[in-house]
């Protein structure tokens, strides 16, 4: 972009140790090189801290800022919901508002969603089932009531992370590792993407200065136990290890049978087509061995 490169735009990416964020970072060079992309850290950076974050933003003067951070582990916000509020509401209500006169990007969640449907286009009303997704909702509620503001919301991330066990790929890897075993529901489907492709659509999308809603994730409805028989084709070893089992037999907390996002609103506006999990799957398998 012509005005891009005569106006170097200077990037605020919280939670950039994160899966999404480390890509975004990782990809920023490539994707957005006239831009200067600033990771913001939790070690480094306390927003909850809002006069540090107020000082900061005075003096760095962000033309964007990327909102990756939160608590999105859904156990956690279940178990301490006081916690999650503050993080995933509060946290982005203060820096949506102090965003108000340049552009803001909020990550959201397929699970904003009670999987009654599948197939999810943007305008679909959310109805959200557990306390994160809850927050989620309360969330881009307050982002989008600034029109220059957008939500992206996305599904399981999947890919390298910079701590090894934020991407879905990591964690179901760890605990087979562990030698525990998983029980994978046949009938709760998700789109699952490469948290590499997340990122690439998002500085896309960034660069178009594209506004509102977007859904961005997957090309492919997949059940849990799909992907764990898509991890197996490569790790055969844990094949005895993962249990297909049912949502009707299920006796935990409310979970979303069908989340799967409709993401023809975001594929209009991309040079890319977004992948389908199981072909970057196997043809990561291939590219390592």
Known sequence: MAEAANHPERVWVTGANGLIGSHLIHLAKSS??????VPIVRAAFD?????????????????????????????ECQANPKLAHEINVEVTKFLADLATDISFIFFSTDLVFNGQQG????TDKPN???????TKVMAERHVL????????????NAGPSLQGDRGMDEQ???????????????????????????ARAVWQLAQQKAKGVYHVAGAERLSRWQIGELMCERYPQYRSQIHA????TYQGAPRSP???????????????????????????AKSEL
Request: glycine share 0%; with cysteine.
């Open 145 to 156: 009531r600034n029109p220059h503001h957008t939500v992206i919301r996305t599904s399981l």
């Open 128 to 134: 959200p089932l557990s306390v994160y997704a809850e």
């Open 258 to 284: 069908d989340t799967s996002l409709n993401c023809a609103k975001a594929q209009a506006k991309l040079p890319f087509v977004l992948p389908k999990f199981s072909e970057w799957w196997r043809q990561r």
């Open 32 to 37: 957005v090189p006239a831009w200067q992309v």
């Open 47 to 75: 927003l909850t801290d809002s006069r540090a974050v107020v000082t900061a933003f005075q003096k760095e003067r962000p033309k964007l800022i990327i909102h990756c951070a939160a608590l999105s582990r859904s156990p």
């Open 119 to 122: 197939n999810y286009v943007e």
């Open 172 to 198: 179901m890897l760890s605990a087979l590792r562990e030698g525990k075993a998983l029980n994978l529901f046949t009938d709760e489907f998700r789109t699952p993407i490469p948290a590499e492709e997340t």
């Open 245 to 248: 089992t049912s949502l009707s």
